[in-house]
């Protein structure tokens, strides 16, 4: 008996180890010289977490009138947005396609399309069924207008910078850090200390009271950028609250059939010694 | 094929027409009722639960290569239309990427298993090596797929590992584009890799049947390393172990779950949500955490060529162990010096993932001051000489010099403590 409980615990401990060494490979944090990241504390953290709806809704505000004039969400559709789970979800329309506040989202955007009479190329008004719209006619149009930089996309923004939305509302709130001596800033850049080498092409997007939230919030810079990063880390991961509903029954599942075939593995074996 | 006799008994006209055609139902039936040591410790389910692994994986991945397009274009996007759009893709997709990680866990364990009770030794060498091509195979699978999603970590670790063929001599450059299907990892590479990558699993799948095949010849080993050799020393495969392998299959599916539903992205790498930007190196370009440890070695040497041949020769060697080994003595219970060496061993091989996941000029923590001390090429040498020592020099002289403990006289005699120093031995 105390030779397979050290070996449970062994495979335990090797297991979170295991767990843990991918942890720490897999959080490599930016940000570079005396910068220190403020760790928020998000409310879609924890096996329990869901997303603050309030904030995503203000945070789509703050994508679509701030963000948008340069970054595209390539990989949302409008009807994304009426989603289970989503910002604007409204269980009196299971069908994200028939939600108002996402059709008149989808309507505020202009949509490239062909007129099928003509074959002329023409601008309507969006649908929830179409995709947020590209910004930029191509990449070399991106770049003529900002100075060089690329804007990149931000659907999985959040997910694909190591530090996750710590990141994003830390880059967005550290413009005002002072230029430390030695940083050569060339025209076009700005320095930032969150991201990495200390430059970044876009200017402070975010200034006081720059959008006017419709629910009286106060626009701070902080509040802003909290908002959006809300908005953003449902973008990127879109799904997180039924994977964890689902994860929370799966694992409750799999422990009880543990135990089960603990006591069934104890009946089967309790004549041999072994 | 199994050494024991059948006692399976058709009791239909028709299961006995079948068994005197094709007699699958008997071989399943013998599988049931094989005789398995008694003494099989956790350590022993990692087989059954690297089966269940497999079949999750093609699953999942048949499924995903119904919905994935492989073209540089769109492969990115349909990794997330996958995940938002496609029914049930926000499972399967992360089921399948955390599932190789989940994969290689359990294969580590397993052979880390056969190192140390010596699963390697006669009658079993054979066993040992189609389970090292299994190996082989998966990690090959492993690497095609991982270029599949077509992010950055993708794009640039395929330039990286291909570029070692490029290193070969005089063949190199066109052995590569050869491989490539071009000058660079292009469009015409991501199509092989996906073809390749369907291809592979169904390979592993028979290498699988022939692992399993072997080992019903010659019988698991077990903690012991002591042959059994009545049928008290035996238990029936079911349903003592059915039941102890599915106890294990669902408290590892438990830590599968964890990391599925609440850490779908720890096992992975950020730069894998950045498109491939074939103009955009990422500073630090870094493997799967499970390649890290030969990652290291490759790097531990300035020159290419040889790195290249220290990784290579770091998987060779484990096909040649059941020569290296000159210990009779099967399980490292009764070889008190070779089990501290095999500590030592699986340590730096958990140097040599930390190794791999920095950059080599980096100081190590704790064993630096400033610039002064040791950094992380130095570590990932050290460590490299003791992976090559313990299977090339360690091994082969210990088994010659070492004094082995007794050992007991047979299964059962160890475990009704007949033979007391054994059966108080610790199942480390």
Redesign the interface.
């Known amino acids: 008996m105390a030779?397979?409980t050290?070996?449970?615990i062994?495979?335990g401990t090797?297991?979170i180890?295991?767990?843990v060494?991918?942890?720490a490979?897999?959080a490599?944090d930016g940000g570079t010289g005396d910068y220190e990241m403020v760790h928020k504390h998000w409310h879609f953290q924890g096996?329990f977490g869901t997303y603050d709806k309030a904030a995503a809704q203000r945070g789509y505000q703050v994508y679509r009138e701030v963000c948008s004039s340069c970054h595209q969400l390539?990989?949302?559709s409008f009807r994304?947005l009426g989603d289970k789970g989503a910002p604007f979800y409204n269980k009196a329309y299971p069908n994200p396609n028939d939600n108002p506040l996402v059709k008149n989202f989808a309507a505020d955007w202009s949509i490239e399309d062909v007129d099928t009479e003509t074959g002329d190329i023409i601008e309507r008004p969006g649908v929830p069924a179409d995709k947020f719209p590209p910004i930029y006619p191509n990449v070399a149009a991106a770049r003529a207008s900002n100075g060089g930089g690329l804007p990149?996309d931000l659907?999985?923004i959040v997910?694909?910078?190591?530090g996750?939305a710590d990141y994003i509302h830390n880059l967005l709130v550290a413009y005002d850090t002072p230029v430390p001596e030695g940083v050569e800033l060339t025209a076009g850049l700005h320095y930032n200390p969150v991201m990495?080498g200390g430059k970044i092409a876009m200017a402070a997007p975010l200034s006081e009271g720059l959008v006017e939230y419709a629910d009286g919030t106060e626009a701070t810079v902080e509040q802003m950028s909290t908002d959006v990063t809300e908005f953003l880390a449902w973008s990127?991961d879109?799904?997180m609250e039924?994977?964890?509903s689902?994860?929370?029954m799966?694992?409750l599942y799999?422990?009880i059939?543990?135990v089960l075939?603990?006591f069934?593995?104890k009946r089967?074996?309790r004549n041999?010694?072994? | 094929m199994s050494g024991h006799p059948s006692t399976y008994e058709p009791k239909y006209g028709a299961t006995k027409w079948l068994d005197q055609r094709l007699p699958i139902v008997r071989m399943g039936a013998d599988f049931m009722t094989f005789p398995s040591p008694?003494?099989l410790?956790?350590?022993y389910t990692f087989g059954g639960i690297l089966a269940l692994c497999l079949v999750s994986q093609i699953i999942t991945g048949i499924i995903l290569a119904m919905h994935y397009v492989p073209h540089i274009d769109f492969a990115f996007?349909s990794v997330?239309?996958i995940?938002?759009d496609v029914p049930f893709g926000?499972?399967l997709q992360p089921m399948h990427a955390v599932g190789a990680?989940m994969f290689f866990?359990a294969v580590y364990?397993h052979m880390f298993r056969g190192l140390y009770y010596g699963s390697y030794k006669a009658p079993r060498e054979v066993l040992w090596i189609i389970g090292c091509l299994i190996y082989l195979v998966m990690m090959a699978t492993g690497f095609l797929g991982y270029t599949l999603p077509w992010g950055q970590m993708s794009f640039w670790g395929a330039t990286v590992i291909t570029g070692f063929f490029g290193a070969v001599p005089v063949v190199g450059e066109s052995l590569q584009q050869w491989l490539l299907g071009g000058y660079a990892v292009d469009n015409a590479t991501l199509n092989r890799f996906f073809a390749l990558h369907y291809l592979l699993p169904f390979v592993i799948a028979a290498l699988v049947a022939v692992h399993v095949w072997a080992l019903h010849h010659v019988g698991q080993n077990n903690p012991i390393g002591i042959t059994p050799k009545t049928q008290k020393d035996t238990?029936s495969f079911h349903?003592?172990y059915t039941?102890?392998d599915?106890?294990a299959v669902?408290?590892f599916?438990?830590?599968f779950?964890?990391?599925?539903?609440?850490?779908?992205?720890?096992?992975?790498?950020?730069?894998n949500?950045?498109q491939a930007d074939a103009l955009k190196t990422p500073?630090?370009i870094v493997p799967e955490?499970y390649f890290?440890p030969f990652y290291a070695i490759l790097r531990a040497v300035p020159d290419k060529l040889a790195g290249i041949l220290l990784m290579i020769g770091a998987i060779a060697v484990l096909f040649v162990l059941p020569w290296l080994d000159t210990s009779k003595v099967r399980s490292m219970r009764f070889r008190p010096v070779a089990r501290g060496f095999f500590w030592i061993f699986l340590f730096f091989c958990?140097i040599l993932?930390?190794c791999g996941?920095e950059t080599p000029d980096n100081m190590v923590p704790f064993m630096s001051v400033g610039d002064k001390g040791l950094n992380f090429t130095w570590l990932s040498r050290i460590a490299t000489i003791y992976y090559f020592a313990y299977f090339v020099v360690i091994l082969p002289i210990l088994g010659l010099v070492e004094n082995p403990k007794d050992r007991p006289e047979s299964i059962t005699k160890a475990?009704?403590g007949d033979t007391s120093h054994s059966a108080a031995a610790?199942?480390?």
Do not use: C
């Open positions: 030779m397979k050290k070996t449970l062994l495979s090797a297991a180890i295991a767990a060494s991918g942890l490979y897999a490599g096996p390539q990989h949302l994304h990149p659907s999985v997910s694909a910078r190591g996750g990495e990127a879109p799904k039924v994977r964890k689902v994860g929370f799966t694992m799999l422990l059939l543990a075939l603990w069934s593995y089967v074996w041999v010694e072994h | 008694r003494n410790n956790y350590w996007d997330q239309r995940r938002r926000w499972l990680s866990f364990v238990l349903p003592y039941v102890k599915a106890f669902v408290v599916l438990l830590i779950a964890f990391f599925l539903f609440y850490q779908p992205d720890a096992l992975g790498h950020a730069d949500y950045i500073p630090h955490w890290l958990f993932g930390w996941a475990i009704l610790p199942a480390e």
